[in-house]
């Protein structure tokens, strides 16, 4: 099978086929609480994490930070 090359947050990476969002962010070490997560410029509701991350999407993991 052919890996499926993405970018999250600036960076490259190769992903199994039928990695889902979810398990992207296990495999990559990220928190599923308090983030967000964009693929292309669009915000990917938690409710789609379950499906499987595309050839060439350009993803960013958001934080969300307190202040004022």
Same mark, same amino acid.
């Given at each position: 099978?052919t890996?499926?090359?993405?970018?999250?947050?600036? *960076? !490259?990476? !190769? @992903? $199994?086929?039928?990695?889902?969002?979810? !398990?992207? @962010?296990?495999?990559?070490?990220?928190? $599923?609480?308090?983030?967000?997560? *964009?693929? !292309?410029?669009?915000?990917?509701?938690?409710?789609? #994490?379950?499906e499987?991350?595309?050839?060439? #999407?350009?993803? $960013?993991? @958001?934080?969300?930070?307190?202040?004022?």
């Open positions: 099978m890996a499926v090359g993405v970018t999250v947050n600036g *960076a !490259d990476h !190769d @992903l $199994e086929p039928g990695t889902t969002v979810r !398990d992207m @962010l296990t495999q990559l070490g990220l928190p $599923e609480k308090g983030i967000a997560v *964009a693929v !292309d410029g669009i915000v990917l509701p938690r409710s789609r #994490w379950g499987d991350v595309g050839r060439g #999407w350009t993803i $960013e993991v @958001l934080t969300a930070v307190q202040g004022g």
